[in-house]
């Protein structure tokens, strides 16, 4: 405000929110009296002491900044952000936007609004104060956001006099009101610091008007005016501080944040400040220590959020510990300095408690090993985990609760397939249409002549390549065909209706006889998906118990396999082949 007709069209706004009997002091409703401060038309060289003052009473209010103001005092505008007041728009160089085009007020609103996106995080929302109180709905419809008026006009730009301020605050405010003020006046300053400590004796808490409105239920439309939120007996009350946990996991930390129902939360783990543009949490994540985490809960990041919560997470976190397996032969190996091992043998987990390794440790087949590490002046380490198989394998990712632990373990153990290497087998990695070749040549113990590799014709089968042998062994088998004359495609991973129709052949050509179904099989719901060719491999494979489909009785024909269905569905092959052991021992 800096005119004197504008003090006209003031007077008149305020007089109109003051006559009506809005604020007994008797019809107290539920919820504390709440008010919002709003200083206009900074920042400016005083908004600094202002800032002070307000931070050591705690107090949060609303700056409706001018885009040239903010340009100048950039520093004050993140200040004020950081501090947890709300930032506002007030246009850019104070015009009176009724007298402008829409093309024009809408610059002088988005202009602004990108220098306090520099504080507060692109796509913030800010609430516009047009100068002068002046607009129309045209005007309105230009700025797009809510207009916010006020009810207490303290014309402090006027009478320059801090005890005019203070005196004229305490007079007019009531429960919900809005009260204007200007940061560019050293009178205001201490004037407006005077009332608010008179006004918190009486009760008053002070809220941002984003706050003002959500404490109260209330939503604030683009483009409506709002000078006031009277009580309505409701009070959402102020948003609530969050809480951070950590615990220790695989040498980092978890962090898990939990805030008030409907808040967003937004966090940093570099110290770094927090605005819209800041990390949203949506569930636990790691951090390596020390770190310094930072997080709000918010329902706007501008004007409604909590305080924010810093957590310094310093202490070290052991690393958990290498597992070894030789010949039997457990090593467990620290990778913290200072942290002691423990370790299980029965598949219970690990803790601090368990037996402190010393030295190598025989195991017997079928031991599943457990091992953590920690000590004095750190967490303790997450989980490691290993198998000894009963066929003396070592896994660090197949165990006894898998369902296909026992056919890896006998695959493996018989040289039928291999684990890739440090006891890692990767059960769900895709096996490939070449893989699949080595397997059975494997299995089949057969051996590959010079002319069975001269007449493969598959240009795209590399007579250097692992799976080079076993392809040409079962091409001229007729265990296996191109995807054309000329191609295999062997790095490709076989589907299931390709993986039936080479299994059948396998079965075919080692003479395995077969007299049909006792009992036929209910049809696949997802039997017009299986390729003409496969039908009769994909029926037979299924009856012979093979390959089956999943739950929900589909059998999924184009789908790749997985190392472990591999490693299942060659084990029941061979049982078929031995004349139905199952007997894994005699493997
Ligand atoms: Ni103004």
């Given at each position: 405000m800096k005119k004197i007709?504008?003090?006209?069209?003031?007077?008149?706004?305020?007089?109109?929110?003051?006559?009506?009997?809005?604020?007994?002091?008797?019809?107290?409703?539920?919820?504390?009296?709440?008010?919002?401060?709003?200083?206009?038309?900074?920042?400016?060289?005083?908004?600094?002491?202002?800032?002070?003052?307000?931070?050591?009473?705690?107090?949060?209010?609303?700056?409706?900044?001018?885009?040239?103001?903010?340009?100048?005092?950039?520093g004050l505008v993140s200040r004020a952000y950081q501090e947890g007041h709300q930032i506002a728009n007030h246009s850019y160089d104070?015009?009176?936007?009724?007298?402008?085009?829409?093309?024009?007020?809408?610059?002088?609103?988005?202009?602004?609004?990108?220098?306090?996106?520099?504080?507060?995080?692109?796509?913030?929302?800010?609430?516009?104060?047009?100068?002068?109180?002046?607009?129309?709905?045209?005007?309105?419809?230009?700025?797009?956001?809510?207009?916010?008026?006020?009810?207490?006009?303290?014309?402090?730009?006027?009478?320059?006099?801090?005890?005019?301020?203070?005196?004229?605050?305490?007079?007019?405010?009531?429960?919900?009101?809005?009260?204007?003020?200007?940061?560019?006046?050293s009178t205001t300053v201490d004037g407006a610091l005077s009332a608010i400590d008179v006004l918190k004796g009486r009760g008053y808490e002070f809220v941002t008007v984003r706050e003002l409105f959500r404490r109260r239920g209330r939503n604030m439309?683009?483009?409506?005016?709002?000078?006031?939120?009277?009580?309505?007996?409701?009070?959402?009350?102020p948003v609530k501080a969050l809480s951070i946990t950590a615990e220790p996991a695989d040498g980092k930390l978890r962090v898990t944040i939990k805030a008030q129902s409907g808040a967003g939360i937004y966090y940093s783990t570099d110290g770094s400040s927090l605005n819209r543009e800041s990390k949203r949490y949506s569930g636990p994540f790691l951090v390596k220590t020390p770190c310094t985490l930072r997080a709000v809960a918010a329902f706007d990041m501008n004007g409604s959020r909590s305080d924010t919560v810093e957590k310094k997470l310093s202490m070290p976190v052991a690393q958990a510990p290498e597992i070894r397996i030789d010949e039997g032969v457990l090593?467990?190996?620290?990778?913290?300095?200072?942290?002691?091992?423990?370790?299980?043998?029965?598949?219970?987990?690990?803790?601090?408690?368990?037996?402190?390794?010393?030295?190598?440790?025989?195991?017997?087949?079928?031991?599943?090993?457990?091992?953590?590490?920690?000590?004095?002046?750190?967490?303790?380490?997450?989980?490691?985990?290993?198998?000894?198989?009963?066929?003396?394998?070592?896994?660090?990712?197949?165990?006894?609760?898998?369902w296909f632990y026992e056919s890896v373990d006998r695959a493996v153990s018989a040289g039928y397939l291999?684990?890739?290497?440090?006891?890692?087998?990767?059960?769900?990695?895709?096996?490939?249409?070449g893989q699949l070749a080595a397997l059975l040549y494997r299995y089949s113990g057969e051996t590959v002549f010079e002319q069975d590799l001269e007449a493969m014709p598959f240009e795209d089968v590399e007579r250097g390549k692992y799976y080079a042998a076993a392809v040409a062994w079962a091409y001229s088998r007729g265990i296996?065909?191109?995807?054309?004359?000329?191609?295999?495609?062997?790095?490709?991973?076989?589907?299931?209706?390709?993986?039936?129709?080479?299994?059948?052949?396998?079965?075919?050509?080692?003479?395995?006889?077969?007299?049909?179904?006792?009992?036929?099989?209910?049809?696949?719901?997802d039997a017009e998906e299986i390729a003409p060719w496969a039908e009769s491999a994909v029926k037979r494979a299924s009856e012979l118990g093979l390959m089956m489909g999943d739950d929900k009785g589909n059998f999924l024909p184009k789908e790749s396999s997985a190392r472990s269905q591999a490693a299942a569905v060659l084990m029941r092959l061979s049982d078929l082949l031995s004349g139905g052991s199952s007997d894994p021992s005699e493997m």
């Open positions: 007709a504008a003090f006209v069209l003031a007077l008149a706004l305020a007089a109109g929110a003051l006559s009506t009997p809005a604020v007994s002091i008797g019809a107290r409703a539920a919820g504390k009296k709440l008010v919002a401060l709003t200083f206009d038309d900074g920042p400016g060289p005083y908004t600094s002491r202002l800032l002070d003052g307000l931070k050591a009473r705690g107090v949060k209010v609303t700056f409706f900044m001018l885009g040239s103001s903010a340009a100048n005092y950039s104070h015009s009176e936007l009724t007298g402008l085009s829409d093309s024009q007020v809408r610059s002088q609103i988005k202009r602004t609004n990108a220098l306090l996106d520099k504080a507060c995080g692109k796509g913030s929302t800010y609430l516009v104060r047009a100068p002068y109180g002046s607009s129309n709905a045209r005007v309105r419809a230009a700025i797009g956001a809510p207009l916010v008026f006020w009810t207490v006009d303290t014309l402090d730009w006027m009478y320059r006099n801090a005890q005019t301020v203070k005196n004229n605050i305490l007079r007019d405010t009531f429960d919900g009101s809005i009260v204007l003020v200007h940061d560019i006046h439309a683009n483009c409506v005016e709002y000078e006031s939120s009277k009580p309505n007996g409701v009070d959402l009350g090593t467990l190996t620290g990778k913290t300095a200072g942290a002691q091992i423990h370790y299980t043998l029965d598949g219970s987990a690990a803790s601090m408690e368990s037996p402190i390794y010393a030295g190598p440790v025989e195991l017997q087949p079928g031991a599943v090993v457990s091992a953590c590490a920690g000590g004095k002046g750190m967490l303790s380490s997450g989980e490691s985990r290993a198998v000894y198989s009963g066929r003396g394998n070592f896994f660090r990712d197949v165990f006894p609760n898998h291999y684990g890739v290497g440090n006891g890692r087998f990767c059960p769900g990695d895709d096996v490939t249409r296996v065909s191109g995807v054309d004359e000329k191609s295999f495609q062997p790095e490709r991973g076989v589907t299931r209706q390709e993986m039936s129709r080479i299994l059948c052949r396998y079965l075919e050509v080692s003479g395995f006889s077969w007299d049909g179904p006792g009992e036929e099989l209910p049809a696949y719901a």
